[in-house]
């Protein structure tokens, strides 16, 4: 490809992706590059109920300090949320009242959740710390990715439900 060639293509490429997200604005509609989900244009449906363990939802993460230092570290990107942080596409899996241990693994009212193994150090070798577990408060969801370096509640522990703007519906998407 020539460099006029690359120019326009990622020029292109730019344009689209802000298009994406204006359209992201008003419609609901997200991009998701991240692989904690698979990658792709995702909309987000109203949610006119109780979350529900297994729901697949977005939600903006607060800005506590496990937060705050996951978008220092680049676990999470810039976005419209409170604090500048980006929507984050996980699933329910503990609701208000149910018991959370974490161990090697995460347990939930002593079941052990699927692809839950804990991780001691991120991609760069810096230790995590992982969230200490207990009772989800009322008002707060335990959220979970199956991707392994997903950053999720494992790390960051329950977070309110006021933070969810709806379910996660995949438009056009793909497994990487």
Known sequence: MSRRGAVVFVTLTGSLMVALEGIGLVGGIRLNLTPSEPIGIWRIEPLS???????LAFICPPPTPPIQEA????????????GGF???????????????????????DGAVLDASRIRESDGQGRPI?????GIVPPGHVFLHSSFASSYDSRYFGPIPDSGLLGLAKPILTFNP
């Open 49 to 55: 109920r109780a979350p529900l363990v297994g729901d």
């Open 71 to 82: 978008w220092q570290r680049g676990y999470l990107r810039r976005g419209l949320c409170a």
């Open 129 to 133: 710390i992982p969230y200490s577990g």
């Open 86 to 108: 980006a929507p984050l596409i996980k699933t329910v899996v503990a609701l208000p009242g149910q018991h959370v241990a974490i161990g090697d693994i995460v347990k939930i």
